[in-house]
């Protein structure tokens, strides 16, 4: 039986997010520069976007750029950008083909014209697609994405559209770039690195985190699979006990 058939559709989790890392270490392996490593990174993109489709998930977040990446060397920022203009121009007829929305999350601003140019474009044109969808945080952070809410309430509660005690949980979550995106359920780093890199801080709370020590270029669907199995044997409490959930 294969991977993918061994996963439980009815458990599989509808938001998965990834910290895709290693792209440089895989490049130094291969006697490359790192530029290779990002370049080779874009293929395991278009195969776990794929097996994402394939496996039922509905949403999938790929930590593409984050705001403490602009600080990485002027030509590999450059080449990043570039590769990111490239492949979202590219892959926009796939990601149609496959009924895949594109969308993005992070200080978008702050990207070249050309690069915010064609990823508004990819998005609008794969607006109406009712597949997986596909959210690219790039020029994200989250401490940047908190402080921004923070600042938008503060804002609204100085205009009187809100009141202090109205602040809540689910307020909050309306003024971060997921509003309209459910909370992961997984999150998966590649490489070996077991940290979350100021990566979705809120809205993983309660995420499993599967960690695996290949290198993002070395990731493929079948590892994503294998990510998802891993998941389906766990048990997720919220804080409650193991009797509870079985004896509710
Ligand atoms: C981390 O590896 C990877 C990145 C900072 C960039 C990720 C970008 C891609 C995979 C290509 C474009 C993606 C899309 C969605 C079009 P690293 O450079 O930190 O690797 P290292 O830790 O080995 O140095």
């Known amino acids: 039986m294969s991977q993918i058939e061994l996963i439980d559709k009815t458990k599989v989790p509808q938001h998965i997010a990834i910290i895709m890392d290693g792209n440089g270490r895989w490049a130094k392996q291969q006697g490359e520069n790192r ?3 990002h370049y080779e990174g ?6 776990v976007v794929e097996g994402a489709g394939q496996a039922g ?4 977040t790929l930590y ?4 403490e990446n602009w600080n990485r060397p002027k030509e590999e920022v450059d080449a990043l950008m570039e590769l990111l ?5 590219m892959e926009t007829p796939q990601l149609n083909k496959k009924n895949v929305r ?15 140019a064609e990823l508004n474009e990819s998005i609008d044109l794969t607006a109406n697609n009712t597949g997986l969808t596909l959210v690219l945080a790039l020029s994200y952070s989250s401490k940047w994405e908190i402080i921004s809410a923070i600042k938008q309430i503060a804002n609204d509660v100085k205009d009187g559209k809100i009141s202090p005690d109205e602040i809540s949980e689910k307020n909050i979550q309306q003024y971060l770039c997921t509003k309209h995106i459910p909370d992961p359920e997984l999150m998966i780093r590649t490489s070996g690195e077991h940290r979350i ?3 979705l801080l809120w809205q993983l709370a309660y995420a499993e985190f599967y960690f695996t020590d290949k290198l993002w270029p070395d990731f493929r669907k079948a590892d994503l699979f294998e990510a998802i199995l891993n998941y389906q044997n766990r048990e997720r409490r919220f804080g409650k006990t193991s009797e509870q959930l079985t004896n509710p």
């Open 35 to 37: 530029i290779y490593g």
């Open 42 to 47: 874009v293929n395991s993109v278009r195969d």
């Open 57 to 60: 998930v509905k949403f999938i």
């Open 64 to 67: 593409a750029f984050s705001t």
């Open 85 to 89: 203009v490239a492949t979202i121009s």
């Open 102 to 116: 594109l969308q993005a999350i992070g200080n978008l601003n702050s990207l070249p014209p050309a690069c915010l």
């Open 197 to 199: 890199s100021n990566f």
